[in-house]
């Protein structure tokens, strides 16, 4: 018998929970690619300063991403009537 059977998982994310981590990446992506043009003299500072900045901003977004996803997991339990009425399939009545 499996232990969570007695659960639902349900996920309540929605765009507007991510919404201020985009604007926020995105505003991060904005600057790397300003201090790129910037440091355009020299065609290697402006690579490595943008990939620099990218690269070290990528963790927190993914840790920001991953918990909130997390945080909006929820394990619900069922109750026995609704799963027994799950499980068991209806008759078919015909006219």
Request: with cysteine; proline share 5%.
């Amino acid at each position: 018998m499996n232990p969570l059977q007695g659960y639902r998982f349900t996920c309540t994310l929605t765009f507007g929970d991510i919404y201020a981590q985009v604007i926020i990446w995105l505003i991060v992506i904005f600057i790397a690619l300003a201090s790129s043009v910037a440091l355009y003299q020299n065609p290697m500072y402006a690579f490595l300063t943008g990939g620099l900045i990218l690269v070290l901003s990528l963790p927190f977004l993914l840790f920001a991403f991953v918990t909130t996803l997390l945080n909006h997991i929820e394990l619900v339990p069922v109750d026995e009537t609704k799963a027994a009425s799950v499980d068991t399939p209806s008759a078919v009545q015909t006219s």
